[in-house]
Nanobody, 121 residues
Framework: QVQLVESGGGWVRSGGSLRLSCAAS????????MGWFRQAPGKQRELVAT???????NYADSVKGRFTISRDSAKNTVYLQMNRLNVEDTAVYYC???????????????WGQGTQVTVSS
């Protein structure tokens, strides 16, 4: 079994900052990529940022220059530092990891339960 547990969500005023964390645990042989997605009410889930390996990152245009994704491979943990938040960033943020549970296993995508981020003006 694999679990992804997010933390760090909450409420913040526009212009403020939050830091999200997501720890993967369980039977994990290797993780190829981790990332953050978000889903606002009435909208589809969208990519926020991903990190492949230790340092290859990709960001949605809407968060470039404001959000930073990082990863601690030793802890199977991914972080999302969110600065200069605005009301459009309000959403449930989901952690994702592409991993395999043995050297014979295929790579599979796993999701966390989500953490709410609310930004007020």
């Amino acid at each position: 079994q694999v679990q992804l547990v997010e933390s760090g969500g909450g409420w913040v005023r526009s212009g403020g900052s939050l830091r999200l964390s997501c720890a993967a645990s369980g039977s994990i042989f290797g993780i190829s990529a981790m990332g953050w997605f978000r889903q606002a009410p009435g909208k589809q889930r969208e990519l926020v940022a991903t990190i492949v390996g230790g340092d290859s990152t990709n960001y949605a245009d809407s968060v470039k220059g404001r959000f930073t994704i990082s990863r601690d491979s030793a802890k199977n943990t991914v972080y999302l530092q969110m600065n200069r938040l605005n009301v459009e960033d309000t959403a449930v943020y989901y952690c994702n990891a592409v991993l395999r549970q043995s050297d014979r296993d295929a790579w599979h995508s796993h999701w966390g339960q989500g953490t709410q981020v609310t930004v007020s003006s």
